[in-house]
């Protein structure tokens, strides 16, 4: 797949002023500064649509960008960063949260790790919660073009380690630098495969008579979280 057009589309403090759902979207979430915006960037082929930056705790809306007029990617406010307006980031933890577990069009998270540190008890946090919350997620390692492959081997595997206990068939893992592009053509096949099993699952909505990406179209897709996703 090929990206012909990718558009800022708005930037929303909570769940509420976030778009209509009638678009399939795929967030990125991770810790702050872990790669989120310049992977978002990467991945549309263009730099500079979601601001990157080198301090940690700066994007603090969800921002939602609209790619080849069908789908979207969505910037997740990070996790883990303390300093600041307090008040600001419990508030967006919440609108996160609730983007998270509500957001009836989300079809699949890109769960972000530093493949260059050992595994870090806040992200090991994050991912349980996504798993007791059922989010679909895959992992994606980020920054490999920082480490030395020997080193990133052996802290995906202690990161898997940590995890594999609550799955079955533990979740994918893409390896990427934004940096060498490394993983792109492998994301956005991910998000191919997905758009396709949608468009599948949505023909055989509509043909039941429910509106394509209305509430109730979308509560039938409350068994979003499907496990044994192939990937
Ligand atoms: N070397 C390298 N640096 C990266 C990569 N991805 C992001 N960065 C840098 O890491 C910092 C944080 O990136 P950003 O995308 O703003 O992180 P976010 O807070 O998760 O959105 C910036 O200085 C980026 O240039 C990567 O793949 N390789
Ligand atoms: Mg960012």
Same mark, same amino acid.
């Given at each position: 797949m090929e990206i012909s057009s990718a558009i800022f589309d708005c930037s929303s403090p909570d769940l509420d002023s976030c778009p209509d759902e009638s678009l399939p979207e795929f967030a990125f979430i991770g %810790?702050?500064? $872990? =790669?989120?915006?310049?992977? !978002?960037?990467?991945?549309?082929?263009k730099e500079g649509l979601a601001r990157t930056s080198p301090k940690p705790g700066f994007t603090k809306l969800i921002n939602i960008?609209?790619?080849?007029?069908?789908? %979207?990617?969505?910037? !997740?406010? =990070?996790?883990g960063f303390a300093e600041g307006a307090k008040k600001d980031s419990s508030r967006f933890n919440h609108a996160v949260s609730e983007y998270l577990k509500q957001r009836t069009n989300l079809c699949l998270v890109f769960a972000l790790i530093d493949s =260059?540190?050992?595994? &870090?008890?806040?992200?090991?946090?994050?991912? =349980?919660?996504?798993? %007791?919350?059922? $989010?679909?997620?895959?992992? $994606?390692?980020?920054?490999?073009?920082?480490v030395t492959p020997t080193m990133m081997q052996?802290?995906?595997?202690?990161?898997?380690?940590?995890?594999?206990?609550?799955?079955?068939? !533990?979740?994918?893992?893409?390896?990427c630098s934004a940096?060498?592009? &490394?993983? %792109? &053509?492998?994301?956005?096949?991910?998000?191919?495969?997905?758009?396709?099993?949608i468009q599948a699952e949505q023909a055989t909505v509509s043909t039941e008579g429910l509106p394509v990406g209305s509430r109730k179209t979308l509560e039938a897709r409350k068994k979003r979280p499907d496990r044994n996703r192939p990937w």
């Open positions: %810790r702050s500064n $872990v =790669g989120k915006s310049t992977l !978002l960037n990467m991945l549309a082929g960008f609209t790619m080849n007029k069908t789908w %979207r990617l969505v910037d !997740l406010p =990070g996790y =260059g540190l050992e595994p &870090q008890d806040i992200d090991l946090e994050f991912i =349980g919660w996504l798993v %007791r919350n059922a $989010v679909p997620f895959v992992l $994606v390692f980020t920054k490999t073009d920082k052996a802290n995906i595997a202690a990161f898997t380690a940590r995890i594999s206990e609550w799955f079955e068939k !533990l979740p994918a893992i893409f390896i940096t060498t592009g &490394q993983g %792109r &053509q492998e994301l956005l096949g991910v998000i191919d495969e997905s758009m396709t099993a």
